[in-house]
């Protein structure tokens, strides 16, 4: 149901308590000691790097963030990318180049995942904070090396987790926190991704494990954060299936991209990028240096990853979670539930007959992926007491931004870090590191056709209390 406030009045409402002194940011110290701006530099400078890390930051903090330098190894890109995010900086095609010649105070990774170890690590390791896009990193082995160099490093590693900073997730850790339904003890999780967005990672390098880790963690990474800080307890033990029916080598035929196709008009998925002007600029303009193809085709033989997956994830405090990702639903939207000692939580969005929906998938998918929706909703969650009638607690949040976690996450990052949070929704590496074990353990399993436990992966253990 939409309500009549709209997305700017929310965050209005919200900036009582996001508003601070910028004194005590670890980010802005130095910046502010010297008494200048948070000298930035951005690595990836693809659609997430240039509008959210980029142009957002720009026109949102232009008191307190100067962009130093810009990287990518596509130089169609950069060049975009500079014009795109209204900066006049440098651009880099090497990575230490830039950090050696800008000496910036903090770096933005927003590559593609399979590289984000890279960045960190040197980033760190030249002594920079650094900010990453999810997820952290994409194998056990690039967590662990992580895990060391944020060890041996004095600056700081933040991961942007924003779905934590919709409101509609932090109502369902508020309730949990409150302890209404006592002890947790089970949790049904399932998201479904439709036609339009969940085939998108098919067409995109995310369709190859060895650049996104396959949707166990791309995507994954996400679910499972919220997961583990729901539930304040780290996962111990993971058993998976997955397989791949749908996109792939499994589709009815397969051309060279969507453009060139001869099956443009029997296929269901076919997409018209000449329509999207930005994905022309940003993408097929700049074919021609790394031969990138944005609107490649979902059935291309070399996809490799899951398009169906389901786990069984055991939490360290004894709490069992069934999950499950669909990648061709005919509506996106997730339901969950938290069965308790004292009762039970039902929560979903945007599940379309639960609340009369007409939007249509395609604008769905536009608009989960803009930054520019204004509209708000207001969905319910039901707290079900044991030997009691249930109580409706209604929601509202902005549709945009991943549910106006994105504008939240930059407020509380660049404006007022040091701020106590009362649903700790901060997350560092343990974080991000907790929320991708959860995929690799799964990925191992399927593989294995045996449970795999956490502690096996790195030298993180899992404790019963997250903190
Ligand atoms: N938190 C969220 O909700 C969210 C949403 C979208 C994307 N992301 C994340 O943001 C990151 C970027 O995703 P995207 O959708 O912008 O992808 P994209 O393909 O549009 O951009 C990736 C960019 O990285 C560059 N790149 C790749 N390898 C590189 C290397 N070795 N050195 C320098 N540049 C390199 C590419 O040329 C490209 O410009 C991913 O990690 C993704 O998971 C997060």
């Not at 944005?294 to 994830?313: G, H, T, V, W």
């Not at 997730?334 to 007959?353: E, H």
């Not at 590191?433 to 253990?461: C, F, Q, W, Y």
Request: hydrophobic share 35%.
């Amino acid at each position: 149901m939409n309500s009549n406030m709209n997305r700017r009045a929310f965050l209005g409402t919200t900036g009582t308590f996001i508003a601070g002194s910028l004194m005590s940011s670890p980010l802005a110290g130095r910046a502010i000691a010297r008494g200048e701006k948070i000298k930035t530099v951005l690595v990836g400078t693809g659609i997430r790097g240039t509008s959210f890390w980029g142009r957002t930051l720009v026109q949102n903090f232009p008191d307190l963030i100067e962009f130093v330098g810009l990287c990518d190894i596509n130089p169609g890109r950069l060049e975009y990318a500079r014009n795109f995010m209204g900066v006049t900086c440098p651009t880099y095609s090497n990575f230490e180049q830039m950090v050696t010649e800008t000496r910036p105070d903090l770096i933005l990774v927003t590559t593609k995942d399979s590289t984000h170890h890279e960045f960190i690590i040197k980033g760190l390791d030249m002594g920079c904070d650094v900010l990453t896009e999810k997820p952290l990193t994409t194998d056990e082995d690039k967590c662990q090396a992580i895990l060391e160099a944020e060890r041996r490093s004095n600056n700081k590693l933040i991961v942007g987790f924003n779905y934590r900073w919709s409101p509609y997730p932090t109502k369902i850790k508020e309730l949990l926190q409150s302890g209404v339904i006592g002890k947790i003890t089970s949790v049904d999780f399932h998201w479904y991704l439709n036609t339009y967005h969940g085939a998108s990672y098919f067409r995109r390098w995310h369709g190859l494990r060895q650049a996104g880790g396959t949707l166990w963690v791309h995507k994954a990474t996400h679910h499972f954060d919220l997961l583990n800080w729901w539930l304040d307890s780290d996962p111990e033990e993971v058993y998976a299936y997955g397989d791949l029916e749908h996109y792939g080598s499994s589709g009815p035929f397969r051309g060279d991209k969507c453009r060139t196709c001869s099956h443009k008009t029997e296929c269901k998925f076919y997409w018209d990028i000449t329509m999207d002007q930005r994905a022309m600029d940003l993408y097929v303009k700049n074919e021609q240096y790394d031969g990138y193809i944005r609107d490649n085709c979902l059935f291309r033989p070399e996809i490799n990853i899951y398009d169906k997956m389901s786990a069984q994830i055991k939490y360290r405090d004894n709490t069992y979670v069934n999950y499950s990702l669909t990648t061709y639903s005919p509506y996106e939207g997730w339901k969950i539930a938290f069965n308790g000692m004292k009762g039970r939580i039902d929560a979903w969005i945007d599940i379309p007959f639960m609340n009369n929906e007409n939007i249509s998938q395609s604008d769905m998918h536009a608009i989960e992926m803009s930054q520019e929706d204004d509209t708000m909703l207001r969905e319910p969650v039901i707290v079900h007491k044991l030997w009691s009638d249930y109580e409706v607690h209604q929601v509202e949040y902005p549709r945009g931004g991943h549910g106006g976690g994105d504008e939240l996450l930059h407020e509380q990052i660049f404006k007022n870090p040091d701020r106590k949070d009362p649903y700790d929704r901060p997350a560092g590496v343990r974080d991000g590191a907790m929320s991708i074990l959860i995929g690799i353990a799964a990925r191992k399993s399927i593989e294995s056709g045996n449970p795999v436990r956490i502690a096996e992966l790195t030298d993180l253990e899992p404790r019963a209390r997250r903190i």
